[in-house]
């Protein structure tokens, strides 16, 4: 299972990508799997500013559907549009293309509450 190690990572297995002052957002190769195979990403909170742990949107798998939680305070500036007609690109590619949503962070020092690659490996018992 792929756990980039230049990430940080949430509970709620989320990856972030952080760079000056924006962070890419995805969720994690151990989620997609748990998630089975993703058919729907809903995001309807672009150009919003939202608290850390509000919900962003979901994912729809072929049995489930999964809120998505914001990591960090921040405004929502940009969807991943290929999502939109693949979906799967969660699964296939969870890390690079398959990434959901960028945010302008808010709280810098939220930062310090993410996990990195190890302390998730701990907490999804790889």
Known sequence: MSIPTELKYTKDHEWLRIEDNIATVGITHFAQGELGD???????????????????GSVEAVKTVSDLFMPLTGEVVEFNEGLEDEPELVNADPYEKGWMIKIKLSDKSELENLLNAEEYKELIGA
């Open 38 to 56: 993703i058919v729907y990403v809903d995001v309807d909170t672009l150009d919003e500013t939202l608290d850390k742990d509000a919900i962003f």
